[in-house]
């Protein structure tokens, strides 16, 4: 079946500092790829996305590439923020299975 | 407004009641669906809807039942509810081609 697999948290950073959260997937077929966000208090809500191999979503300074040959999209920021302290969501969904996997979550905290 | 529409927000019960979370959603989309979110076991599908005459159990269907009443309205109830059924419950709808998710702001359920 389908997983999705994402780097244990939590996560603490100082502003500024680069960000990765791993995520990797097992899959038939091509899913699409997505990373949501939750903040505090509130519900999932998209971050970006990729549907196909080599793709590349951007979003809020984002990043993740959709890497087929490792089965992989990592989601990236280069300098992060207070603002972005959250949780983090990698999932996968094939369009024609109508349902989406989630990975566990990954808590991001940002300090000033 | 929200697009996806959740309530209660938060409701307090106690071992043995029957519970309902209704969702509603002004998105227009066919699909509906439930999930159940865990502290480190991301979100879990309870179940899941592809239109009103379509319902489906997600993996950690029983306990739980839904209700399709409109191509707006999706309803969840506990009909005995359980201490561990305490968690937070987000509602989702998407359309078929997209795959992406839009969520409620999740309702919060403490079973006593």
């Known amino acids: 079946g389908n997983s999705v697999t994402q780097m244990e948290g939590p996560v603490t950073l100082s502003e500024e500092a680069f960000l990765t959260i791993n995520c990797t997937y097992t899959?038939?077929?091509?899913?699409?790829l997505f990373w949501y966000v939750q903040y505090p208090g509130e519900g999932l809500q998209l971050l970006l996305k990729?549907?196909?191999?080599?793709d590349k979503g951007s979003n809020k300074g984002f990043e993740a590439t959709y890497r087929k040959e490792t089965t992989s999209f990592h989601l990236e920021k280069g300098s992060v923020q207070v603002s972005d302290s959250a949780v983090y969501f990698c999932?996968?969904?094939?369009?024609?299975?109508?349902?989406?996997?989630f990975g566990d979550g990954t808590t991001l905290t940002v300090k000033p | 407004d929200a697009d996806v529409t959740q309530t209660p927000r938060n409701r307090i019960t106690k071992t043995g009641k029957r519970i309902m979370l209704e969702c509603s959603q002004t998105?227009?989309?066919?699909?509906m669906y439930w999930y159940r979110q865990d502290p480190g076991l991301g979100l879990r599908l309870i179940y899941y809807?592809?239109?009103?005459?379509?319902?489906n159990k997600g993996e950690i269907s029983d306990g739980y039942s839904v209700s399709r009443q409109a191509q707006a309205k999706f309803s969840l109830s506990l009909e005995s509810a359980i201490p561990n059924q305490t968690a937070l419950y987000f509602c989702?709808?998407?359309?078929?081609?997209?795959?992406?998710?839009?969520f409620g702001e999740g309702s919060r359920l403490t079973v006593l």
């Open positions: 990729a549907t196909k191999a080599d």
């Open positions: 989702a709808t998407s359309n078929m081609l997209a795959g992406e998710l839009f």
């Open positions: 999932a996968l969904s094939r369009t024609n299975a109508g349902k989406s996997t």
């Open positions: 809807s592809f239109d009103v005459k379509d319902i």
């Open positions: 998105k227009g989309h066919d699909r």
């Open positions: 899959a038939t077929g091509y899913p699409s």
